[in-house]
């Protein structure tokens, strides 16, 4: 984005999502609704995206007024969703609903919300030896979410005792989690063990999709380049092979795969 554009996304994030006295920011806004805010519970990766865009930014531009925005919102993030349970930091999905006081079966968390890549950016602008466990932990987690046949982890994980898919979600690997792989890869670990078994886990006749964990049964199939990417990144991580040419062309569809393509 042009420092423009950057500016005008900024000034509606500010303006409609930043509207919390804690510093986060709603997760749901609904152009067809009145009010438009539909959910003031906040997401803690978009949180943490908003900060790491900003810092990014700040950088780029010698915009401080930027880099000060994401200090406020990692130090937020530090205060508000940054916890610890049996000895782990976690990171909670959101302030609300997801706490061991909050639910029978929590904590739960959700395994695609650690940007491995943003956690040093926020430990730069918010100092603490937390984030570093978050990131650690956040690994050590994800080997030990090895459910159904495939071996992959849930959406939503319950850590209320051994890890296991969290009560009232579907049981399944969906569109949060296709982003796991890619977000260890940008965040630089490569350990090959848990890359494979991921990659092998949610991809059926190798393309992406949806997994039922119970079953192991495949329930879409994601087609698109932007899914596919995330196969060629783990590919290209493990045994170096090659990104293949139709992983550079970027023809912008459906906005999910898009980023996700963007990303790779």
Known sequence: ASPADFEQIWYFTRTELLLRDDGL???????????HVADTNNATDG??????????AGTAWKREDYILAASRMAQALLAETVGSSQGRTLLMPGTEGFTGSDREDGPVVNPSYWIYEAIPVMAALAPSDAWQKLSDDGVELLKTMQFGPR???????SLHDKPRPAEGFDAEFSYNAIRIPLYLARGGITDKALLTRLQKGM???GVPATIDLTTGRPKTVLSDPGYQIVNDVVACVVDGTKLPSSALQFAPALYYPSTLQLLG
Request: proline share 10%.
């Open 151 to 157: 071996k992959l982890p849930a959406e939503w994980v």
């Open 25 to 35: 920011a709603v997760w749901k806004w609904d152009p067809n609704v009145k009010p």
């Open 203 to 205: 991809s059926q006749d």
């Open 47 to 56: 949180d943490m995206l908003i900060a790491y865009a900003l810092a990014l």
